[in-house]
């Protein structure tokens, strides 16, 4: 065997000390894809823990001592301006789509009319109904013409001075006759 072709034990010890500084320098992007790395999760809503509305007691507790420990509410109910609705979510973000919900909750609170709070539900992720979007298209009319149709279509139509009361080629003048612009007919000599 030739001497030159093997390399020496110093040469050695330089290639693996190069490839350990190299694994070294790529180890923060192999790890990239790893759960240590995962999203930060974000807090969404009116960020509510069950210590926040223990506090409260039907029958005794008001809108104020709601307002003094909740904050103001999420949503008012559409109808109603006695139930106040506290949601509180955290979301994970989700790479090309939307974020992932790890966590949801929802305090839903109903008062009486002089103001004292009357019921009080928590509802979480479990309790929520899946909603999803209906695939169907609305019929709508006139929306099959092309570009050209629209260009064409509207050759002639449009007329800045129409609908102005102007002496500026409106039809009528200032004092109800025949202004400067005689309605499209043209100004005749005396």
Known sequence: MNNASFLTTKS???L???LGFTGLACAPLLLGGCSVFSPIPE???????????????PGTSTRSDVLDSLGSPTAHATFDDNTWI????????TPLGFPTVD?????????DNSGVLRKMDTLNRKDSIRVGMVGATTPTPGTKTSVIQELLGNVGRYNPMSNMSSTF?????????QG???GGAGNTLP
């Open 169 to 177: 080629g409106g039809s009528q003048g200032p004092l109800g006759n």
């Open 86 to 93: 506290y949601v509180s979510m955290i979301t994970s973000p």
């Open 43 to 57: 807090p969404r809503g009116s960020l509510i823990e069950k210590t926040d509305y223990a506090q409260l007691v």
């Open 180 to 182: 400067t612009g005689n």
């Open 12 to 14: 050695r010890t330089r």
């Open 16 to 18: 693996v000390q190069r």
């Open 103 to 111: 966590k949801q909750q929802v305090v839903v609170l109903n008062f």
